[in-house]
């Protein structure tokens, strides 16, 4: 499910995330990337991608180490 890109830029805005989180952030929601397709547009690696979105979790207070925080998120 793709959202927005002006909602979420304003809720990244927010919640305080890093250029490097944002990015990853708007791809992964708005345009509906996965880690692989976001990590070759940002040329870096899919575990830094994923690094990314676990430090965008905690920035929006969502716990845990289990998956099911995406949807949560969304």
Request: charge should be neutral.
């Amino acid at each position: 499910m793709s959202l927005s890109s002006t909602f979420l830029n304003e809720i990244a805005y927010k919640h305080g995330l890093s250029p490097d989180q944002r990015k990853v952030f708007l791809l992964r929601f708005s345009e509906d990337k996965d880690y692989e397709e976001i990590a070759q547009l940002l040329d870096t690696s899919a575990g830094a991608c994923l690094k990314r979105m676990g430090q965008v979790y905690r920035k929006f207070d969502i716990p845990g180490d289990s998956r099911g925080k995406e949807s949560f998120l969304q």
